[in-house]
């Protein structure tokens, strides 16, 4: 495909969606296929001479679109509402262009400052602590993940790196592995299932504490897990407060949980990937009262905020032990790649 072609199919491309974001309504919200539907459907291998674009254009409709599941549609109302807006695909496309990979600010300087200063600007609008901002110059600042799943395994594995050194600096023979088998994390029973799998991956214990009449984290069920565990010689050292479960929108009690986290040492992760959109507007703002407690904090613009997805706001007050890990994972890949 040439710049002359690549023009002429873009602009088709761009009438495609639009059509498909017009009649969205008309289509099937759910597939009525079976799994497995699309293999038989296929070639069974990549074609050697590539097929035309209308051909492609042709298949997407009678073989893609019939499994389909219509996220956007009016009709839908299962998960969440997924975000989307003509100008979020116009900025996706613009994006793909420049096609930048951002993890250094070398590697792409206007990529890196402007993640910077739009985390900025969105931290600003939940008013969130200042200790999150960049531009304050303090130790903390924020950074886009893929998912909120993504983020509550970064922050668990900050927290547990920020753990081990401060044992290890108190107690030097300490090793890393006799450390590790004693870490617990919490959460409340209602988190969602990626906790979970982030204490294994983590390679933590992980407990859930059982929530009120509400469905909320209290401070009593907390404490009373915390006393069991240190008298069993455990060493708590992370809690996830998830404020909107996706089983029922219920709130952990952010007041109560979060002075328990600083005066014991615990790293306080807060999971509002759900509701966490919803904190701009005034009249729920309250609802993220307590949150100066928290050592990182997580929600998701691509739900509710217009934008496509994968993009999940990451806060960390202090990001110290982010680098920590981050040099972790880089002596990690280095000695693996050497063997």
């Known amino acids: 495909m040439n710049t002359s072609e690549f023009r002429r199919r873009g602009k088709e491309m761009v009438d495609y969606v639009a059509n498909y974001m017009e009649g969205i309504e008309g289509r099937q919200v759910y597939p009525d296929v079976e799994p497995g539907y699309l293999r038989p459907l296929i070639p069974d291998s990549a074609p050697q001479e590539p097929d035309t674009f209308e051909d492609i254009i042709n298949d997407i409709e009678k073989i893609i679109m019939p499994g389909v599941t219509h996220w956007h549609s009016p009709y839908f109302f299962a998960y969440f509402p997924t975000a989307s807006s003509y100008p979020a695909m116009l900025a996706d496309m613009l ?81 890393q592995a006799a450390i590790m088998e004693k870490l617990v994390a919490y959460s409340s029973d209602q988190a969602h299932s990626s906790v979970e799998r982030a204490g294994l991956i983590g390679g933590v214990k992980l407990k859930a504490i059982p929530s009120d009449g509400n469905f909320a984290m209290r401070a009593s069920a907390l404490r009373e897990a915390l006393e069991s565990d240190r008298a069993a010689g455990l060493i708590p050292f992370f809690v996830v407060a998830t404020l909107g479960t996706t089983t029922c929108c ?62 999940s706001a990451m806060w960390c007050r202090q990001l110290v032990p982010m680098l920590r890990l981050k040099k972790t994972c880089l002596v990690s890949v280095v000695v693996r790649r050497s063997r």
């Open 95 to 175: 994006c793909g262009a420049i096609g930048c990979i951002g993890f250094s600010w070398a590697a792409s300087p206007a990529c890196t400052e402007l993640e910077t200063v739009m985390m900025d600007w969105l931290g600003k609008m939940l008013e969130l602590p200042e200790a999150f901002l960049t531009e304050k110059a303090g130790e903390g600042g924020g950074v886009i993940q893929g998912s909120a799943s993504e983020a509550t395994l970064v922050a668990l594995l900050a927290a547990r790196t920020k753990a081990i050194h401060r044992l290890q600096a108190a107690s030097p023979e300490l090793t």
């Open 250 to 311: 219920s709130f952990d009690n952010l007041l109560e949980v979060g002075p328990i986290c600083n005066k014991e040492d615990m790293w306080l992760h807060v999971d509002a990937a759900y509701a966490g959109s919803a904190f701009i507007c005034p009249e729920f703002r309250h609802l993220l009262n307590g949150v100066e407690f928290a050592d990182s904090f997580n929600f998701n613009p691509h739900k509710w905020l217009l934008v496509n997805f994968d993009c």
